[in-house]
């Protein structure tokens, strides 16, 4: 049910108005404000990340009562990781659910954006992993409660979103150097943030010193490149710089096209240094290209070779065509202080 209510903009500044993923932008001094009471899923991952280690059932409450204040009705269900595919697939699949809202990490929420997409309908994220890139890149707040805060009063946008080989992608495809620190990562026992971390530190240590090396023939929108390379990823949407490897907007419907040549230790450690902290526009055995179409084979290919597509190893084809969808995403987004 729509509430309709008076609104003054702040002197000067455009009122953004969103209505289930339409947008239009109105300059005025006073003006009538739409806005729609939407029927929410949570769909919140109890075995990972952050979550694992939260009160579900106090938080689950909070979330319920922090969208009612906000006008919105939600629904939360905690489930088991081994019920999460499930549950976010019934929560997509449900004609009354307006929205679903994914808790967990990056796993997580990428499965739930192949779904959002194939379902139309909007996502929102809470961020409970250990990086949470994706939350980074649409400006969701990474503490649970403010994340709640922050979507249960947004808006619908959109984003862009990636595809390789037909599966979707929100932050990043990557062979080589990434999916060899992972492989090595995984054979670790970790119960704990902390503890993946630590793995994942160990895992680049022995990778620096034994990177991988292979030869690919690349096609960007129709450029064709040959190249031996050690590490290569294609991003939905060029990172940023000054922090974390993620986009800055989601919204240029570009790739972002990432590659190193076989390098020395030193410089393999200070090119992940440089693309961890944002600084790899400044390594000069980092590559960039941009595109909207990439086509990647490999001539030398391995049976037991791997990819990581948003932090998940995978079995690695022989060939594979990615692609950028802009802005085929709905998505939840936080409201900011100018719209507050």
């Known amino acids: 049910m729509a509430r309709a209510r008076l609104r003054y903009p702040r002197r000067g500044r455009p009122v953004d108005r969103f209505q289930l993923g339409r947008f239009r ?35 689950g409450e909070f979330i319920r009562e922090t969208f009612q204040a906000a006008g919105n009705s939600i629904e939360v269900h905690p489930v088991s990781g081994d019920e999460l595919i499930d549950a976010l697939q019934k929560a997509f699949d449900d004609d009354a659910v307006e929205g679903v809202i994914a808790g967990g990490g990056d796993g997580t929420v990428s499965a739930a954006g192949g779904m959002a997409l194939r379902g139309d309908k909007p996502l929102g994220i809470l961020p409970a992993g250990t990086m949470n890139l994706y939350a980074r890149a ?7 409660e403010d994340a709640v805060r922050a979507l249960a009063p947004g808006r619908i ?6 595809r390789a080989n037909g599966r979707p992608f929100l932050h990043q495809f990557s062979i080589g150097f990434h999916s060899r620190m992972v492989a090595e990562r995984n054979s670790y026992n970790f119960a704990s943030k902390l503890g993946k971390i630590r793995a994942s530190i160990i895992a680049a240590l022995d990778t620096i010193r034994r990177p991988p090396s292979f030869p690919i023939d690349m096609e960007v929108d129709g450029r064709k490149i040959r190249e031996k390379v050690s590490s290569l990823a294609v991003t939905n949407n060029p990172y940023g710089e000054g922090h ?31 693309l961890t902290f944002g600084n790899w526009s400044n390594n000069p055995d980092i590559v960039q290209e941009g595109g909207r179409k990439v086509h990647i084979s490999f001539p030398q290919k391995r049976k037991s070779a791997k990819a990581v597509i948003d932090g998940e190893l995978v079995d690695l084809d022989p060939s594979v065509d990615i692609e950028i969808l802009p802005g085929a995403l709905k998505v939840v987004l936080p409201r900011n202080e100018e719209e507050a």
């Open 244 to 274: 974390l490897p993620y986009a800055d907007d989601v919204t240029s419907g570009m790739l972002g096209i990432y590659y190193a040549r076989p390098a020395t230790a030193a410089a393999n450690a200070k090119m992940l240094a440089d």
């Open 138 to 144: 649409l400006g969701i707040p990474l503490d649970l």
């Open 25 to 59: 932008r109105v300059k005025s001094s006073l003006h009538l404000e739409v806005r729609w009471t939407m029927k929410f899923r949570a769909i919140l991952n109890k075995d990972g990340g952050t979550l694992k280690s939260t009160d579900i059932d106090t938080f």
């Open 157 to 162: 946008g959109k984003s862009d979103i990636g």
